[in-house]
Nanobody
């Protein structure tokens, strides 16, 4: 499974960006997907995740109410709509996925994901 993320960029504080991630290759029909981010000098942290059905979503407290994760019409695509961006949101955002064959769930830890894409840089200026 290959994951391709896009949509990063430079935005002023208070602005919005939309990240996209598409899975390709030997994809499963039940991929849970999510986003993690890593700021300079910090550990990678969970941002948001969504189950394969789209019915279960989780958010980190730091982004709750500002970010929205959703699945696209195309199978195995996911979006992260980011609003009211803050300088502390500056990081490399990485898309991750895992095949969920025994239930509908959305991992919130790095260990819960099996596949990782290259990150996309998000920079929020003050």
């Amino acid at each position: 499974v290959q994951l391709q993320a896009s949509g990063g960029g430079l935005v002023q504080a208070g602005g919005s960006l939309r990240l996209s991630c598409a899975a390709s290759g030997r994809t499963f029909s039940r991929l849970a997907m999510g986003w993690f981010r890593q700021a300079p000098g910090k550990e990678r942290e969970f941002v948001s995740s969504i189950s394969w059905s789209g019915g279960i979503t989780y958010y980190a407290d730091s982004v709750k109410g500002r970010f929205t994760i959703s699945r696209g019409n195309a199978e195995n695509t996911v979006y992260l709509q980011m609003r009211s961006l803050k300088p502390e949101d500056t990081a490399v955002y990485s898309c991750a996925a895992v095949g969920t064959h025994y239930g509908d769930y959305a991992p919130t830890t790095e260990g819960g994901m099996d596949y990782w894409g290259k990150g996309t840089q998000v920079t929020v200026s003050s």
